[in-house]
């Protein structure tokens, strides 16, 4: 009983901003400041229509969409082939090539942001795609490799012999069994460098110049003026901006969990 | 199919462990040799050598004449069957059976062929549709055997590929690799801790220690004419005893004295040696206390349904294993005289351990 009561709690402790922010979003904006309600008085779609309509959200969705689908695919991709090579092949150096990889994400975000903005500037990167998804993928690759290291540790090496003694070299061996075999590895930190790109804020604040590179972050914080804040619609904002996520982890949410916690446990 | 040659082989692993130390071996075209010995022995690095999955030192490996030490394991063109089966989860068992041939470019009906006349001389016709998961231990075993066999490789390599069974099913499966093995005319390279295994499958056994090998021959030419003391006692089961004697010479005449134990010594024995003498346990037999060669006191008593296997405990010695036809248990504790097969005994020298060839 009591573990219930706590779980019930913990819920509730979790979901209501999520409740409080999903029903201000539907409040029309006259009503928005009378007092916390728990059960909407009246509802108005007004906020998301505006949101759509004078505010163009669809820009920075579809951009946000193109950074981290491009970012998650070259991420799983490129991260892929590494991560295998250091779980399965012997050559000089892996542990510094790991170590290294760790090394990157030690560094704070702020503390790089000037050094890449002049890096990008001098590419002539600045408020482009790839401006954007060069940066991510820098911080997203040694989740990834890390990640997808541990998940082929895991995977039995002597399925990897047979493939090879049946004639498939290192590639196809890969291909035809290894990562069929971690596709919950791969669902797992393909969604997790998915909702790390579609979060990301730094970066794309300092990055992108105009309406026509920026993502949802960056454009749901430039909606508050200079005299007024708009919370009717920044809230309507971060619940479109939420619902993919929410999409994807519930569909995929037992993938994820296997995905983190492979090699983990001997299964 | 060809043969297999393995040229001083040599492999140290990096944490220092000796696998191979300049292993030489032959197996000819068709034969099937067994590679057998305790575990940690080098058995299952020679498999690996072969099939090019590791690397050696030293050393070189021919298959059909040619020098394949420089391939990688897909281009040596043989077949393996693991321990752990190691079936691709993830593939029907169909898929299974044809990887290697998709791999090999062949075309999709040829393969379809091969498949469906593999299952069917392995009785698996009916589990193409099936996932690995969905099958027991017995016919996964079948899949992994059939996955071999559909490639028609140059030759077999088995890893102990009976030792995930239970019982029944792995001396049924046992006929089973004999069969093929006639059948198919295969070069198989076989490797099993179980000397039993080895002794029915084996054309030949070469028995390994340390990354050598110890002895090889035919089964019973080795469990005859042991080279050592170490082959001695892991070729046959029940285990041989080995009695430490001394060469006395007393009375005008040479003894054999171990514990218990004095015998006329055979013409040929060094002289002044600690001698080890090896005899089997069918080669022990009970007889009346005054005539026998040695008097012991039965200890444990352990029928095994065709025959049954006493634990004798003589002075101070070890425990003597006994076979004999039958024993009440209900006479454990008693004293008993044991005979020594007089053609029957070995005798190895104590300080190496090898053979004494007595003429």
Known sequence: MIPRMVAILGLLFLAAPIYLAALASVTPESRLFEGPVLFPSALSLEHYRDLFTARAFWQPIRNSLIVASVT????VTLGAFCAYAIARLHFRGKRLVLGTILAVTMFP???????????LRQLGLINTYPGLVLPYLTFAMPLTVWLLVGYFRQLPAELEDAARLDGAGPIRTLGEVVLPLAAPGLAATAILTFIYCWNEFLFALAFTLGPERRTVPVAIALFRGQYQVPWGEILAASIVATAPVAILILLFQRRIVQGMTAGAIKG | MASISLRNLCKTYPNGQCAASDLSLEIDDGELLVLVGPSGCGKSTALRLVAGLEVPDAGSVWIGGEDVSGKPPQSRDLAMVFQSYALYPHRSVAENLGFGLRMAGVSRDRIRERVESVALRLGIADLLD??????????????????AIAREPKAFLLDEPLSNLDAKLRSDTRAEIARLHRQLGATMLYVTHDQEEAMTLGDRIAVMRDGRIEQIGEPLEVYRTPRNTFVAEFVGAPTINLISCERVEEDGGAWLCGEGLRLPAPPGLPESRAITLGVRPEHLQLAATEEADLVGRVDVVEPLGNATLLHVAVGEGPDLRVLVPDFPRNRGGEEVGLCLGRGAMHFFDSENGLRIQIS
């Open chain 2, 130 to 147: 099936r996932r690995p998961s969905q099958l027991s231990g017995g016919q996964r075993q079948r899949v992994a055997l059939g996955r």
């Open chain 1, 109 to 119: 975000q702020i503390s790089i942001v000037s050094p890449l903005y002049l890096l």
């Open chain 1, 72 to 75: 998650t695919g070259l991420c």
